[in-house]
């Protein structure tokens, strides 16, 4: 064989077939090129070919930061850097790139190698296994590197498509999921913690675009606090594009539910509230759910009766993706997913602020009613949104919305 290997190097990310089934198919794809598009940095080219999205980066962006641009995109389940050799072309082309990815991966520590052929278009002379057989020859030979069909150090995948052939030397994971927005929207409750960003970032691997809200209590809860918030929503806006984020003014509510409220069932009846205002918010936002940082058992206002007493008083479903996660299973993705370090700057949130020192762990739904009963909530919820503010948030900061001197949404 010979011939000189002329490609193109670009990206490839690829879905699960599973979620394309149906008429969703075409919304699935737009909303995932739209999401790739808005990720990855510069000017860089998305197109929709042969099932997959094949991405032709901008002059200067470095493979790494459209490689994790895309690790960033719900709905992607693998991610390879690709080198493409448009057809008309001969086997030698697609050897001679095959060599350089093996000599790339021999250069990192490999000593073993398989090729993983695959011919897509049917009219091509070589059967796969054939195929492999050829480049497997041609790279062996070229490299010394050994043949290990059953436990390769790295696997080549070689890819015969009509207009091209593609090369690859890895194959990288992607978030998985569903792409932002698919699935609707839904509103987080972030209280600065390390549970519900978390909460946050799986409702949104499911498909659903975010907003958040925030219930500050300031001044007993500081700047710091509300910063933390917004840094979380930051390090989201990096997977689902735009948060929009409510700081609502708890102050008030708070302080009502302090005076009037028996100090075991506070946190309980402060929750409550909590919710029916996050569902007002929901109608502003068109959101059609809550999701919450709630686990199991974890704290005294997590018991099953606890959740109960909240959730009852929510009409749009409350999800809680994590109510089944153990704690050290959420620190590992708070870690991973890049919320870990933001959560544990050093600022109370309200719950430590005015935790009973006996919580009330089995209320029973006639004394949170009775509970509450001193409580003017409607009036409470329409003071605190009047006072609430609104913010969008994307990975490079905050900035109030709408902007100030537009008109109200
Ligand atoms: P987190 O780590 O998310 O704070 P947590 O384990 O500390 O959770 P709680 O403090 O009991 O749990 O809160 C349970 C859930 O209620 C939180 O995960 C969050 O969704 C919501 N929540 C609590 N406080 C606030 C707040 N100030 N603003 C918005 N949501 C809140
Ligand atoms: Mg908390």
């Not at 398989?114 to 492999?132: E, G, N, V, W």
């Not at 409750?189 to 500050?216: C, E, T």
């Not at 909590?274 to 005294?300: H, I, K, N, P, W």
């Amino acid at each position: 064989m010979s011939g000189e290997g002329c490609s193109e190097t670009l990206l490839l990310g690829h879905w699960a077939e599973v979620a394309l089934k149906g008429c969703n198919r075409p919304q699935f794809e737009r909303a995932l090129r739209r999401a790739a598009l808005q990720r990855l940095p510069g000017r860089s080219g998305v197109e929709l070919r042969d099932g997959r999205l094949v991405v032709h980066l901008a002059a200067g962006v470095p493979a790494e930061a459209g490689i994790a641009a895309l690790q960033r995109c719900f709905g992607i389940v693998s991610v390879r850097r690709a080198r493409r050799i448009a057809r008309p072309a001969d086997l030698a082309a697609l050897a001679v790139v095959a060599v350089e990815e093996a000599r790339r991966a021999q250069a990192a520590g490999a000593e073993s190698f398989k090729i993983a052929a695959r011919r897509a278009d049917k009219r091509f002379a070589l059967r796969s296994p054939d195929l492999a057989r050829e480049i497997g020859g041609a790279v062996a030979a070229a490299t010394g590197l050994r043949v290990d069909v059953h436990h390769p150090d790295v696997q080549i995948g070689c890819d015969v498509r009509a207009d091209a052939f593609y090369v690859w030397g890895a194959v990288l994971p992607g978030p998985g999921g569903l792409p932002t927005g698919t699935a609707g929207r839904a509103l987080c409750l972030l209280s600065g913690g390390i549970d519900s960003p978390v909460a946050a970032y799986l409702a949104a691997k499911r498909g659903l675009a975010l907003s958040a809200a925030y219930f500050h209590t300031f001044p007993y809860t500081g700047d710091g606090t509300r910063q933390k918030v917004v840094d979380l929503c930051r390090a989201l806006a990096a997977y689902t594009g735009e948060v929009r984020l409510w700081v609502g003014h708890f102050t008030d509510i708070q302080s009502a539910v302090q005076e009037s409220v028996p100090e075991p069932l506070r946190t309980i009846v402060a929750r409550r509230m909590m919710v029916r205002f996050a569902e007002a918010l929901c109608r502003r936002e068109r959101a059609g759910a809550l999701v919450t940082g709630d686990s199991l058992g974890q704290v005294a206002s997590q018991t099953l009766e606890a959740l109960t007493a909240v959730g009852e008083v929510a009409a749009l479903p409350l999800l809680r993706p994590l109510v089944t996660a153990d704690k050290t299973e959420i620190v590992d993705l708070a870690r991973r997913i890049g919320t870990y370090a933001i959560s544990v700057r050093p600022f109370d949130d309200c719950c430590t602020l005015f935790a009973p020192r006996h919580p009330r762990t089995r209320p029973t739904r006639g004394e949170v009613r009775d509970a509450e009963g001193r409580l003017a909530v409607g009036a409470l919820l329409e003071a605190a949104a009047a006072r609430s503010e609104r913010l969008r948030v994307t990975p490079d900061g905050a900035e109030p919305y709408p902007p100030p001197g537009a008109v109200k949404g």
